[in-house]
């Protein structure tokens, strides 16, 4: 660990709190994110599927191109919420980050009910 010469760590250099904002699709069932899912932002992410997952329609639309970051947690939860939709009905995530497209891929490579879309 660097110091300063006496001994002290340097001070740990943070940026701005993670963020997820929210807002409805227009012209179909979903939402549009943006910002990151992690620690601070998980009660946000679940909140949104677990009503994705209450509503009844046969596909949820997750806009995710503006989510610049989604950790394990996150893909856990999505895949989660993904395994207790009803029969008949799925997520269509488009546009994730990549490394989200990777770990569904990776984990959850049999998921159904998760499909991502990235056009």
Known sequence: MSTDG????????????ARLTVRPL?????????????????????RVL???VREGEGVYYLELSEVTFVDVAGAGA????????PDGRRFVVHR??????????MF????STIEVSMS
């Open 96 to 105: 994730p980050p990549p490394a989200l497209r990777r770990v569904l891929e």
């Open 6 to 17: 006496t001994g002290t760590p340097p001070p740990c250099e943070t940026g701005p709190p």
């Open 50 to 52: 677990e009503q994705a």
């Open 108 to 111: 959850w490579p049999d998921l």
């Open 26 to 46: 227009d012209g179909r069932r979903g939402v549009r994110a943006a910002g990151e899912v992690g620690l601070a932002t998980h009660t946000i992410w679940n």
């Open 78 to 85: 999505l895949a989660a919420a993904a395994e207790r939709l």
